[in-house]
């Protein structure tokens, strides 16, 4: 299936259908949440509970890849991880109806997890490191690895290809994208890392605050350097950055050893998540609900301030790393 696959024929019969196959049968009706990759809904059932159910965009990930996310979120939840796991019924985390593999969950609530927050990011650490205690006791089987074939050559290839990039700043952008794709590379592969597994996509905006913070959506875990599980969270000038980092390695130390030599690969790590993220919305701009999300893609302005954006990117990759204070 190509990449403009849609989503259309995933009606709302289809989905209570599927929720009902699994003996779960929703009395609300279904609320969709924040997701593009994926199709995602919440719902109240006829026990009360509110339940979450998450349909997988097809051909993303494998039958395996899948399951083994799974796997590693039921790991960290049984370490007392504050990870939403999927639920077994059955005995069976992944489901299938009318040709979509769909997951339930447990519906979390929380308000929004605060970045600026010192003692908030010092709990954030500690659960770090919690994650990462668990991730490197084993390895990913299925799962890729945080890749330069995947984050930038990949997504250099779709974007030097899109017939969205506007014909007038052609020659420029393509020569920064080039530019900041081999610096990036060679920065990224200089480094001699430790994978293990992560996370993968450990923003605010996959944390919920309930006396304390709440991981989810693991969609995106995969195997990589352990900063960046922990890049992320950081925000503001230099001087603030060092003291959130400081912040988080306190707690996050108390778990795991953090490796300093891996802040060499957090300017690079952003490059690469910069142009995989907008490799990624051209690379779906078919989907009618991409379209709809990021309209702003297609317009020559966007086009433009990323231009600038990737100047400034390779700017920052000519900056020292961030050090720690404590001299760690």
């Given amino acids: 299936m190509s990449d403009d696959f849609s989503f259309s024929s995933l009606t709302p019969d289809l989905i209570l259908d599927a929720i009902e196959s699994l003996a779960i049968y929703p009395q609300s009706g279904l609320i969709a949440l924040n997701s593009y990759e994926n199709r995602v809904y919440q719902f ?45 019924i059955d005995g069976i985390s992944l489901h299938h109806f009318g040709g979509y593999r769909f997951t339930l969950y447990p519906s979390v609530g929380g308000r929004s997890f605060e970045n600026d927050n010192l003692d908030h990011l010092e709990w954030m650490g500690r659960f770090i490191g919690r994650i990462h205690q668990v991730g490197q ?5 299925y799962r890729p690895q945080i890749s330069c074939q995947e984050y930038l050559f990949d997504a250099q290839k779709v974007l030097l290809n899109s017939e969205l990039m506007p014909t007038s700043i052609e020659l420029p952008f393509k020569t920064i994208v080039e530019q900041l794709v081999a610096r990036c590379a060679s920065e990224y592969q200089a480094q001699n890392y430790h994978n293990i597994r992560l996370h993968g996509d450990c923003h ?10 709440f991981f989810v959506d693991l969609d995106d875990a995969r195997s990589g350097p352990a900063v960046q599980d922990i890049w992320m969270m950081l925000s503001g000038d230099r001087n603030q950055q060092m003291l959130q980092l400081e912040t988080m390695l306190e ?51 966007y086009w433009e301030q990323q231009i600038l954006a990737f100047k400034e990117q390779l700017a920052a990759l000519d900056e020292e790393p961030l050090r720690l204070m404590s001299g760690l």
């Fill in 137 to 141: 006791q084993q390895k990913f089987q």
């Fill in 204 to 213: 605010a905006g996959n944390i919920l605050w309930r006396d304390g913070p």
């Fill in 44 to 88: 109240v059932a006829d026990d009360n509970k509110r339940y979450v159910v998450k349909f997988y965009r097809p051909q993303r990930w494998t039958e395996q890849q899948i399951i083994e996310e799974h796997e590693f979120a039921q790991q960290l939840a049984d370490a007392e991880v504050p990870m939403v796991a999927p639920m077994l």
């Fill in 251 to 301: 707690g996050y130390e108390e778990f795991c050893e953090f490796v300093p030599a891996q802040l060499k690969l957090i300017e690079p790590l952003r490059a690469m998540r910069m142009l995989h993220y907008m490799g990624w919305i051209a690379k779906r701009w078919l989907d009618p609900a991409f379209q709809h999300s990021f309209s702003w893609f297609a317009e020559q302005r």
